[in-house]
């Protein structure tokens, strides 16, 4: 799988960015998702660094003339290998073209090159009171395009939807080296095909984004944020289903069992109920209170135990901690365990309770540590078995565990994926989810946009029974 | 052009549901907007009503396999000659197949055929509060299969967004005939590629749409309406854009000019000054008198003449009307005159006052009669030289004005088309608005997905010179 790589040395890019050191090729071989598991996956060849769409579009160029793979590479925050290499090749870090290019107040836009770390974008807007709605929790973390490959979403896309509803337009170089520009500054176009929306969400697997124009929003007046804590599960669950199916006025509904509870307490040292509970976030211009009343009367309706909401930034900050700190209590909980497939599931919300109480059901009969938490309002549920690598029968059931939740998302017309793409991970479940005359149109498309599989080889697509690219095979 | 169609004999479809007569050619060979310029198009060959995803599946194939195009069609109510033939073959009526197919409240959803007449969605969920937010001004008459084909949108996205944000996965069949599902029940996903996006808008090139998966919304409790009327249209089209950056609560914005305030009055026998208008509507829960305040301050700034709002139906409805009728108005105001391309531009909101200010100039140095309206808060405008369609030279310069217009929205920044998708009418305009690289890409994907150009052949994409299908040319 080793390429050689020595043609990027011809091309005219500037003195550090390129390296074929073993250390940078080690640091573009892993994302949280790997690092979390066996490690890395493989070595790139080499590391590129582009610093504008004309460095992009050199590189593929070259790299698509002499069959080697590219991988689009950034803050490497993926939970299921999106951005290593499986195949060698260039891995292309997208970090340093992170400029915000032009921002248009008036017109609530902004365009940014891919690298620009999502939680840069609300500074900059703040002054003018905006703000970008879909950063995912990772936001402070993680590049704008990362979160345009997979379609990123996060605590308040039960309001204000995910990262593909805020991309306008895209600036993106196709595998030969083409610089396409896509979309409208326009709000709403119906001009030709959306090769916007074909390509967030594709996982680097069709084109590198270079710059997105994206849409902000006007902060609300009101915010009110806080925590609701349950008796049982299945009655928080039930409880968010009901406050979504009423439309009640919130940002963020996220839900935790007692067993991530327990780690929050363990992790933060407080003495929080070991209980289920469900944190809130409002917003609102007008009326908010009587939002919040309405939600109150609906959590009743679920014997809601304690409910408490504040309007003071400290105050909320508090509810707020055990989630806010959640992913960290989790890893930290016992140094012996490890999470496996750390990623989540999405289903229609009628099917939240269902799937909640099934995920715990699994995690009973397979005797296994399973903290279950997430974006309840969109039917969002992250969950991961916590097991011993070293122990092959452990790590067997909590395979088995996972994937019998994920069937069952699919089954109840859900997605395996909710927010973090397909990557390595999840390649098994595309075929089950979109059937195979979905899946193969897919393939149809990739073939004709990127005909080498020069752009992230070993994504998104089913693994071949040779294992080989997917120009190699099944032409 | 003539092809044979006897094939369609011996496919196993019912009585009724294939039809050689001239009668069913000629219908299905025009739409609104032939209908309103050179009369209509090339025949189709045969007419097929299909009843199922079945029949659909059955005629594409067969179709495929002979080469003979097929074009859809349903209402018939496009303006830029989408569904009507440019190369004869099948017209593929979908009218038959407009199920509810599912409808599922507690998860805000519903499945229906691609025949269902918009508005006939809103009275099947009316009951359960629901309603569906992107329907264009011709919801009532116009079917979601030819939404979907153009992405539509209408008075109401300027609050909640156009056709592609509520269709959350479709059923679809491919030229071969292929069946697909895309998209998920979940409202979200990061599972494989949008085929749902991609085949939105795409004007039933790449696939036929025969169920769609549709969000629904809950209706607002507070409905506030009414019209603002202004002194020059200047103002008017200042005031929407610092309304709609100030992000006021409104539902629907309006612009109407004072040409056509003028026909209005004389089609409805009204009294009202003949000056420019704003017709508004506010949603809300909470709040709805604050932001009608707001906005009423925002319209002084504007010099507004009239501001007038109510909460009664029957009062809204009287100061809406010269909007609800304005179309009808249009065409009726002078039988010597047809409306020449009405479809629509959209630019971002801060260049709205710009393009409506030179429309209306154009008009003036052209010395043509445009009446100018649209859907102001999406920066979205309808305009359309009448002229007598037997002067050469008054055609001619309503020709040149139509152009300019277009030109003008997409060096700003917007779109050749807003709404109405690009058809055959546009056709010229989607490389200036997209790069020759994005529509490259686009003709790509069309040829891996539909090699034998067997859907839509003729549209949206640039005209060959020797008028060839795609598939003839250009390879």
Not at 130 to 156: K, V
């Amino acid at each position: 799988m080793t390429h050689d790589c020595s043609f990027l040395e011809a091309l005219e890019l500037g003195d550090g960015q390129v390296s074929f050191a073993d250390g940078r090729r080690e640091s573009h071989a892993t994302d949280f998702g790997t690092a979390q598991k066996d490690g890395r996956g493989v070595l790139p060849d080499a590391v590129v660094w582009p610093e504008g769409t004309a460095d992009v579009s050199a590189v593929l160029a070259a790299a698509t003339d002499r069959g080697v793979p590219v991988t689009p590479y950034a803050a490497g925050t993926g939970l299921e290998g999106n951005a290593v290499p499986t195949h060698g090749g260039i891995s292309l870090d997208l970090t340093r073209m992170d400029d915000v290019v032009d921002y248009r107040p008036d017109d609530v836009q902004i365009d940014v090159g891919p690298g620009l770390i999502g939680s840069d974008i609300d500074e900059h807007v703040a002054a003018d009171g905006l703000f970008f709605p879909p950063l995912p929790s990772s936001g402070d973390i993680s590049t704008i395009g990362g979160m345009i490959a997979t379609d990123a979403s996060g605590m308040q896309t039960v309001r204000y939807g995910e990262v593909a509803d805020w991309v306008l337009g895209l600036e993106a170089v196709l595998a030969d080296g083409t610089v396409v520009q896509t979309g409208s500054r326009a709000i709403k176009t119906s001009s030709g095909y959306n090769l916007t929306d074909l390509i967030v969400g594709s996982e680097g697997t069709l084109a590198v984004v270079t710059e997105a124009t994206l849409e902000l929003a006007g902060r609300p007046e009101q915010i009110r944020g806080g925590r609701a804590i349950f008796e049982t599960l299945d009655d928080a669950a039930e409880a968010v289903f009901d406050a979504v199916r009423t439309d009640v006025g919130v940002a963020r509904i996220e839900l935790v069992d007692g067993l991530s509870a327990t780690m929050a307490n363990e992790y933060l040292g407080s003495e929080l109920p070991d209980a289920p509970m469900v944190f809130l976030e409002f917003h609102a211009n007008h009326g908010i209170e009587e939002e919040i009343d309405l939600c109150r009367t609906i959590f009743e309706d679920h014997d809601v135990a304690r409910f408490e909401m504040s309007d003071d930034d400290d105050e909320m900050d508090a509810l707020w901690q055990a989630r806010r700190e959640l992913a960290y209590a989790v890893v930290s909980y016992d140094p012996a365990l490890e999470p496996l497939h750390p990623g989540d599931v999405t289903v229609p919300i009628s099917s939240y309770p269902a799937v909640v109480h099934e995920a715990k059901r699994l995690a009973d009969e397979y005797d296994l540590l399973v903290p279950c938490y997430g974006h309840a309002g969109d039917g969002n549920l992250h969950y991961s078995a916590l097991v011993d690598p070293d122990d092959p029968e452990q790590v067997e059931r909590g395979e088995r565990l996972s994937r019998e939740i994920v069937e069952l998302a699919i089954e109840l017309g859900g997605t395996a994926t909710g927010e973090h793409g397909i990557g390595q991970g999840k390649r098994e479940y595309l075929e089950p989810e979109h059937g195979a005359g979905a899946v193969e149109a897919m393939r149809t498309i990739k073939r004709a946009l990127d005909p080498t599989d020069t752009l992230n080889p070993g994504k998104l697509f089913p693994e071949t029974a040779d294992g080989k690219r997917v120009r190699d095979s099944e032409q």
